[in-house]
C-alpha cells in the first residue's frame, strides 16, 4: 500500500519537528509493505505575509484530492489581531469537517503514577460555533452572551468514534502492548445536572450510540467535568477513553497533557472520514526555534497517531514502542525533559530502536 501524506510545517518549530515525522515514516521496516509520498504544503503566518492568506487554497485542495492524511507542525498567531489572518488549523479542521480531535496522554510506563487515556473532543459545535453578540442592558451597560449549540448527529458520530477507539486500544493491548489498563472503558463528560437541554442530549446521545452491540465489550460510565476534573488530576491512572463537547474537551485535554511533564510529549490527530491529520500540541516555540532543542516525540507519536486512523495499526505500534524505548532509557532526552540531547539525536535513537 502506498500513502501520500501531505507535510504542513507551519511556522517556528514546526520546521524542525515535521522533517523527524517524515524521516520516521521512511524507517518503518519493509515487511509492513508499506510506501510513502509526500506533498510539501504551505500554511501560516509566514504563509499569510508573504502571499496574504494564512491557508492557500492549494493546501486544502490538494488534502483533499490527493492525500490520504497529513502532519501539521505549529502556526503562530500574532499577538495583536492582524487584518486578514485567522488560523489556518481551525480552517483547516472545518473545511475537511475533521470532526473529532483525539489527543492521546500516556506516561512511560515505569512511571510511579502510569498514565494512558485519549480525550475525544467533539470539534464543530458547542460554545465555538462563535455565535457571540453584544448589547445594551436597560441602564446601558453591556451584556455579551454566546450561543452553546449540541447536535445529535456530532454527539452520536463522537460517541461512535470513542467506542471505537477503546476497542482498538483494546486489540493493541491483546496484541501484547504493556497498558495499565486491564478492558476497555469509554467516559462520558457533561454538565447535564446544570444544562439539562444540551448537555442532557450530549449524554443521552452519547448513550445511545455506545450502548451499539458492537461495544458490548466496552464498559460506558459518565462523570459531571467539574469533579471529572478533580479526579483526573487524583486518579488520572482510572481513565482509558474520555468522551466530551468541544469546550470540556479542549479544557480537559490541556490539563491532562500537564500530567505528563512536557508539552513535547502530547500528539494529537483531528479526524473526519476516512482522513487524519497528526499534529503535535505545542505551538511554533519561538523561544527555542532553530536551536535543535524541541522535542520531536509528540510530533512522531502524531505520526502514529495518524497512521492509526489510517489502518495502519502495526506501524503504529511500532512507532509508540520505539518512543517509549528512548523514554523509557531515559539517556537520550532533550532539555525539556532534562536531559541535553538535540532534536537530531532524539529522532536517531528512536529510528535505531524501530
Ligand atoms: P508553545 O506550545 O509554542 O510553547 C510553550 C512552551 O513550551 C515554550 O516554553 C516552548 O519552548 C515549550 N515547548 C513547546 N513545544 C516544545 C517542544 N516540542 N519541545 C520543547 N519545548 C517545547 O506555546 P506558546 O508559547 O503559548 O505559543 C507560541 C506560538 O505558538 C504562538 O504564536 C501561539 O499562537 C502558537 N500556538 C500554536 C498552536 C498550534 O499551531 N496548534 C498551539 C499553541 C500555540
Ligand atoms: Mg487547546
Same mark, same amino acid.
Given at each position: ?10 511556522? @517556528? ?7 523527524? @515525522? ?25 504563509t499569510f505575509?508573504?502571499t496574504g492568506v494564512a491557508l492557500p487554497d ?26 486578514g489572518?485567522?488560523?489556518p ?200 526555534? @532553530? ?64
Amino acid at each position: 500500500r502506498t500513502l501520500r501524506i501531505g507535510l504542513i510545517p507551519g511556522d @517556528g518549530i514546526g520546521k524542525e519537528v515535521i522533517p523527524a @515525522g517524515r524521516r520516521i515514516l521512511e524507517a518503518l521496516p519493509a515487511s509492513l509493505k508499506l510506501k510513502f509520498e509526500f506533498v510539501d504544503l504551505k500554511a501560516g503566518f509566514e504563509t499569510f505575509e508573504q502571499t496574504g492568506v494564512a491557508l492557500p487554497d492549494k493546501t486544502v485542495e490538494t488534502l483533499k484530492n490527493e492525500c490520504d492524511g497529513a502532519l501539521f507542525g505549529a502556526v503562530s498567531s500574532p499577538s495583536k489581531a492582524v487584518k486578514g489572518y485567522s488560523s489556518p488549523i481551525v480552517a483547516l479542521r472545518k473545511r475537511l469537517d475533521l470532526y473529532a480531535n483525539v489527543r492521546p496522554v500516556k506516561s512511560v510506563m515505569t512511571a510511579t503514577n502510569p498514565i494512558d487515556m485519549v480525550i475525544v473532543r467533539e470539534n464543530t459545535e458547542d460554545l465555538y460555533v462563535k455565535e457571540e453578540r453584544t448589547y445594551a442592558a436597560e441602564d446601558g451597560s453591556k451584556i455579551a452572551e454566546a450561543i452553546k449549540r449540541i447536535s445529535e448527529k456530532a454527539s452520536f458520530r463522537i460517541a461512535t468514534m470513542a467506542g471505537e477507539i477503546a476497542l482498538r486500544r483494546q486489540k493493541i493491548r491483546d496484541s501484547g502492548a504493556a497498558s495499565i489498563h486491564q478492558s476497555p472503558m469509554v467516559t462520558i463528560t457533561h454538565k447535564s445536572n446544570v444544562l439539562s437541554q444540551t448537555d442532557g442530549l450530549f449524554r443521552s446521545t452519547a448513550r445511545e450510540a455506545l450502548a451499539n452491540p458492537r461495544f458490548a465489550s466496552v464498559g460506558v460510565e459518565e462523570q459531571i467535568v467539574d469533579s471529572m476534573v478533580y479526579k483526573l488530576f487524583r486518579q488520572p491512572e482510572t481513565y482509558d477513553v474520555i468522551v466530551a463537547p468541544n469546550l470540556y474537551g479542549d479544557i480537559l485535554s490541556d490539563g491532562a497533557a500537564a500530567l505528563v511533564g512536557s508539552l513535547g510529549l502530547v500528539p494529537s490527530a483531528n479526524v473526519g472520514e476516512g482522513f487524519a491529520i497528526g499534529e503535535p500540541c505545542h505551538g511554533s516555540a519561538p523561544d527555542i526555534m @532553530g536551536k535543535n532543542i524541541a522535542n520531536p516525540i509528540a510530533t512522531l507519536r502524531s505520526v502514529a497517531l495518524m497512521l492509526e486512523f489510517l489502518n495502519e495499526e502495526t506501524a503504529a505500534a511500532k512507532i509508540y514502542a520505539a518512543v517509549d524505548g528512548n523514554l523509557e532509557e531515559g539517556k537520550l532526552l532533550s532539555p525539556d525533559l532534562g536531559g541535553k540531547a538535540t532534536t537530531t539525536e532524539v529522532v536517531e535513537d528512536i529510528l535505531r530502536r524501530l
